[in-house]
């Protein structure tokens, strides 16, 4: 293991030698999240609280998500403040992001209407960002899927907001990914050729109270329900009905590339469970879809590397959360990849997951900028 940080001009001498890099896991909220509870008359959402007289028990800058009034995260203003983001990810030597909302907005649980009011607002927010600032950032939406009709309406209207696609839980309550409901869906992502980013939420085991320990929700179970999501979607089938669509799985694929030698042993070995939906083994579609690079350590991304190739693997941090990368790219530069590799890693792989034009992103002046900054520091 390493400690998450780098300098910002490295690797490549100067901030503008540096390779074109885009964090492609990048999470945003609206300054003024509505209250869903009161329009709904219903309970379980979110609301955000901002410091100030209202709140002085709060620090100013920072804000609380609260769910029917507890405490669910204390976050910071780069969480929502556009300024502040992009003078993080100047600090970083970040040139793009890829925005989605934060998973427990996702709100699968609420009536389907419901959660479409509230998804149509967190998508004109960020396609409102990438208006503001189109060579740093890049959306998508989020949809109400436990409806898969109401959630393919939303997600044409995605499409015509200018988002590169959408970010999905890893399960909607008891249906998994592969359930034949959520078809229409994976159709209308590939005739809209948008890609779907798959977060993991909800996670097992935390309702039974098994898990209230020692942050092992997002220690152990999000790497789970990540590796759930994966199999439901290649031994269900949807990448052979779907060839095309492109989706990209949070967290480095979780635990699944960990695990695929037993994955694909229990396919051969019971076909009787595990083939009912498709006859592939589930390491042929290695090479097939995407992973973010947060894995944390360099020779967890050289794995991820060498199993499905630098072009599936995009730079991911999980911007702003603590368990994310910081800086982002920070692993990347301690994991001693090729040029080529380090570049597809930066970039090349998220220009083809989202289809990109690298040539119309990051900010021209940024390498002066950050270059200014730390000669002045030097001074």
Do not use: K
């Not at 692993?331 to 690298?358: M, T």
């Amino acid at each position: 293991m390493i400690a998450d940080q780098a300098p910002a001009t490295t690797p490549g001498g100067s901030p503008a030698a540096r390779p074109l890099t885009i964090d492609v896991h990048c999470h945003v909220l609206p300054r003024g999240l509505p209250d869903m509870a009161a329009i709904t008359g219903t309970s379980g959402w979110v609301t955000l609280h901002h410091g100030g007289a209202d709140n002085p028990e709060i620090p100013f800058g920072c804000a609380h998500m609260r769910r029917d009034g507890r405490l669910f995260r204390v976050v910071g203003s780069n969480l929502f403040d556009d300024d502040v983001r992009l003078a993080e990810m100047d600090a970083a030597g970040v040139d793009a992001q890829v925005l989605s909302t934060v998973p427990v907005l996702f709100a699968y649980g609420a009536a389907a209407d419901h959660a479409l009011e509230l998804a149509r607002v967190l998508n004109d927010d960020i396609a409102a960002r990438c208006r503001r600032h189109p060579r740093r950032l890049i959306g998508l939406g989020t949809v109400p899927l436990q409806d898969p009709a109401l959630a393919v309406e939303e997600l044409r209207r995605c499409r015509d907001l200018g988002l590169r696609g959408v970010e999905i839980g890893s399960h909607v309550g008891a249906r998994e990914l592969d359930d034949p409901s959520f078809e229409p869906f994976w159709r209308a992502a590939v005739e809209l050729d948008l890609a779907v980013f798959v977060h993991p939420w909800d996670m097992m085991g935390v309702s039974e109270g098994r898990l209230s320990r020692h942050w092992l929700p997002w220690l152990v179970a999000m790497p789970a329900e990540t590796t759930t999501a994966i199999c439901s979607i290649l031994m269900g089938g949807v990448l052979e009905r779907h060839p095309s669509l492109r989706l990209l799985f949070a967290h480095g694929g979780g635990a699944f590339l960990a695990t695929l030698g037993r994955i694909d042993h229990g396919f051969a070995v019971r076909p009787d469970l595990c083939q009912t939906l498709t006859q592939t083994p589930p390491s042929a579609f290695l090479g097939r879809f995407w992973l973010d690079s947060l894995v944390h350590d360099p020779a967890a991304l050289r794995h991820l590397i060498a199993a499905v190739g630098a072009a599936r693997v995009c730079l991911g941090s999980d911007y702003p959360f603590p368990l994310g990368e910081q800086p982002a790219g920070a692993v990347l530069h301690h994991a001693g990849l090729d040029a080529e590799s380090e570049r597809q890693v930066r970039s090349g792989a998220a220009c083809a997951c989202f289809g990109l034009d690298p040539s119309a992103l990051g900010d021209p002046a940024r390498g002066a900028r950050v270059a200014d900054a730390v000669a002045g520091g030097r001074r």
